[in-house]
């Protein structure tokens, strides 16, 4: 089984950050950048890292939060100063840093994909349409019809920019913050994009493996 490692990684240029990674064990099918929750990388998302990993992909996790701790688990009122604080350059350069981590392990921007949930959900959005990559993949992530921080775009303003295949993941039941009618808007914004996409709302306590087949088979279908 797959486990997770956390390294400080530097580029050539000067540029660095935190990392947290998980290898397969087997055959690399691609790439995948996680992108974390609000309180940073808790045991969650090293056991979606780790059971990616099993499923064949070399999984990085970047560290969104600057410092010395990283993105290490936080509670919920550090995790809404931490959010508050994030842009979108700041987001993409911790992507990017990912990328280029995986760039380093022989994959090339095509087999390369991005999820994320939660907060990550919705950088995941800012990544596709901000970066030529294989597909991307939202499970939740606010801040569709209001931004999430003052440096984050409102989704609903870049989702037609989308540059990348992506899926909208979303539950029906469980999360306040996350309208049905917000989830439309979000569908139509989409759907304006000259590429792939698609949102699917799911029920937490019964859909939760389906979501999962869902987000494996859109990058077994768009990473090549």
Do not use: C
Not at 27 to 41: P, Q
Not at 42 to 59: K, M, N, R, S, Y
Not at 125 to 152: C, F, K, N, T, Y
Not at 197 to 202: C, E, G, M, N, Q
């Amino acid at each position: 089984m797959a486990q997770t490692r956390t390294e400080d990684f530097r580029l050539d240029d000067g540029r660095a950050l935190r990392l947290t990674y998980a290898e397969p064990d087997g055959v690399t099918r691609g790439g995948l950048v996680v992108l974390h929750e609000a309180r940073g990388i808790t045991g969650t998302v090293t056991g979606i890292a780790d059971g990616l990993a099993a499923e064949g992909w070399l999984v990085v996790v970047p560290h969104l939060y600057p410092g010395e701790s990283g993105s290490a688990e936080v509670g919920h009122d550090e995790a809404r100063d931490k959010v508050s604080g994030l842009s979108g350059e700041s987001v993409l350069a911790a992507t990017d840093i990912a990328f280029a981590w995986l760039a380093g392990h022989g994959l090339t921007a095509d087999r390369i994909g991005v999820i994320g949930f939660e907060l990550g959900g919705a950088v995941a959005l800012v990544v596709g349409a901000s970066r030529d990559i294989g597909a991307a993949v939202s499970v939740s992530g606010g801040g569709i019809l209001e931004p999430l921080s003052d440096g984050l775009p409102a989704l609903i303003e870049v989702a037609g920019d989308l540059r990348v295949p992506w899926l909208g993941l979303y539950r029906e039941d469980g999360d306040d913050d996350i309208s049905a009618e917000q989830v439309e808007k979000l569908r139509e914004a989409a759907s304006t994009a000259k590429i792939a996409t698609d949102v699917v709302r799911y029920r937490f306590d019964s859909g939760a493996a389906e979501a999962w087949a869902r987000a494996l088979n859109w990058f077994d279908a768009h990473l090549r």
